[in-house]
């Protein structure tokens, strides 16, 4: 099946540093999506991106498909950016199913 | 318009017991999918259901199981429990989009089994 790389596994910034997270994949893909896992467990959307760049605040993500590789960055981060980011993919084959990455722990310490 | 909801939001059952958890997904949406995570596994994919159909299954026991009904919410169960199925159960809803589908996740029922 499909492999999900998300590098770094962890991260420790100072707040208002920036960072980009890396996500690839091994095959072909319908859909990606980019999600924050709060300190309660839920998964919190950021972003839709099968292809090309988006930007919402300070966040922003770009997927070259072509290549199988999805970045998101955050700008300026603060303390409440930690949290668990995660990658995730559509394969192809009319299945909604989600292959999710092992995950980017990020921790901004003030 | 309201999020995923999932009932209960935490569960502690014993080695042999059932559950059943419940999923009520976003108004308009009718494709359910369940997760189960873990710190070992991280989160996987159990199973999808469309318009009352399961349409794809994880890789997971029999033991494993779920319906939609006419409304689209949705139930899993699982029976004889183990302590491996302490989880995080993380339901989600989604409609199609551009491309592919777009998921949205509720908060998610936490199982302890002892």
């Known amino acids: 099946g499909i492999q999900v790389e998300q590098s770094p596994p962890d991260l420790i910034l100072q707040e208002g540093a920036n960072s980009t997270l890396r996500c690839n994949f091994s095959?072909?893909?319908?859909?990606l999506q980019w999600f924050h896992q709060n300190p309660w467990g839920q998964l919190i959307n950021l972003f839709y991106?099968?292809?090309g760049t988006k930007q919402n605040g300070r966040l922003s993500a770009t997927t070259v498909a072509t290549e199988r590789y999805s970045l998101l960055y955050i700008s300026s981060s603060q303390t409440t950016d930690s949290g668990v980011y995660f990658c995730?993919?559509?394969?192809?084959?009319?299945?909604?199913?989600?292959?999710f990455g092992k995950g980017t722990k990020l921790t901004v310490n003030p | 318009k309201a999020g995923v909801t999932q009932t209960p939001r935490y569960l502690i059952k014993t080695r042999g017991q059932q559950v059943t958890l419940s999923c009520s997904p976003i108004?308009?949406?009718?494709?359910v999918s369940w997760y189960q995570q873990t710190p070992g596994q991280g989160l996987q994919f159990l199973f999808e259901?469309?318009?009352?159909?399961?349409?794809n299954k994880g890789n997971f026991p029999g033991r494993f199981s779920g319906r939609q009904f006419s409304n689209s919410r949705s139930e899993m169960n699982v029976s004889t429990l183990e302590l491996g199925d302490s989880a995080l159960y993380l339901c989600?809803?989604?409609?199609?989009?551009?491309?592919?589908?777009?998921?949205?996740f509720g908060p998610g029922t936490r199982l302890t089994v002892t």
């Open positions: 989600a809803s989604s409609y199609r989009a551009l491309e592919g589908y777009e998921q949205y």
């Open positions: 095959d072909s893909v319908n859909n």
């Open positions: 991106i099968p292809s």
């Open positions: 995730a993919v559509e394969t192809q084959g009319g299945s909604e199913k989600l292959v």
């Open positions: 108004s308009g949406h009718r494709s």
């Open positions: 259901y469309f318009s009352e159909t399961q349409r």
